[in-house]
T-cell receptor, first 115, second 115 residues
Framework: DTGVSQNPRHKITKRGQNVTFRCDPISEHNRLYWYRQTLGQGPEFLTY????????KSRLLSDRFSAERPKGSFSTLEIQRTEQGDSAMYLC?????????????FGPGTRLLVL | AQTVTQSQPEMSVQEAETVTLSCTYD???????LFWYKQPPSRQMILVIRQEAYKQQNATENRFSVNFQKAAKSFSLKISDSQLGDAAMYFC????????????FGKGTKLSVKP
């Protein structure tokens, strides 16, 4: 059990560019969540998957944001046409089963800076 | 849960003393779970303690315990025998409830521990 990993850890991009972040959950964890954390705030929920199915995506911040989990293992979060307001820490978390109350284990996050 | 309020942006405690962090929340769900997470500076989110809303007994985990008042929608965290390593941001996070497991985070309380 190596924990949740996220890559890259840091990303600096220019406004208007596309970025993609990867999350590798703990092995055999069925649920995978994405959150965004801005400075001085608690994390804000974006979307989640149960296996490969994306069960909630209405909280994605705009249609520039999309996420996938094609084989029910790792997941990617893409932001198209980045804006300076997208600068934040993007967190991934996974939990072991399909039950809502299971503990979520967080990765170290990807810190995005849009110039 | 829809909103979470942590009314103490910062708290300070002397090493070996006890401190209580407050949290209130708003929810219309009857079946949900509540969590306290710790986020040390530049490090990832770590679970401190978990409470099932249907259980009347307050959760404890070594030096950490909660005071869960379901009717009042209050979920405070008590840290006993505070240690220097307890210094961190602490987030109260009930889950959405129902079949969704996403967490709703408060703004956090920054805890300092004085030697």
């Amino acid at each position: 059990d190596t924990g949740v990993s996220q890559n890259p850890r840091h990303k600096i991009t220019k406004r208007g560019q596309n970025v993609t972040f990867r999350c590798d959950p703990i092995s055999e964890h069925n649920r995978l969540y994405w959150y965004r954390q801005t400075l001085g705030q608690g994390p804000e929920f974006l979307t989640y998957f149960q296996n490969e199915a994306q069960l909630e995506k209405s909280r994605l911040l705009s249609d520039r944001f999309s996420a996938e989990r094609p084989k029910g293992s790792f997941s990617t979060l893409e932001i198209q046409r980045t804006e300076q307001g997208d600068s934040a820490m993007y967190l991934c978390a996974s939990s072991v089963s399909g039950r809502a109350g299971e503990t979520q284990y967080f990765g170290p996050g990807t810190r995005l800076l849009v110039l | 849960a829809q909103t979470v309020t942590q009314s103490q942006p910062e708290m300070s405690v002397q090493e070996a003393e006890t401190v209580t962090l407050s949290c209130t929340y708003d929810t219309s769900e009857s079946d949900y779970y509540l969590f306290w997470y710790k986020q040390p500076p530049s490090r990832q989110m770590i679970l401190v303690i978990r409470q099932e809303a249907y259980k009347q007994q307050n959760a404890t985990e070594n030096r950490f315990s909660v005071n869960f008042q379901k009717a009042a929608k209050s979920f405070s965290l008590k840290i006993s025998d505070s240690q220097l390593g307890d210094a961190a941001m602490y987030f109260c996070a009930p889950n959405q409830g129902g079949s969704q497991g996403n967490l709703i985070f408060g703004k956090g309380t920054k805890l300092s521990v004085k030697p």
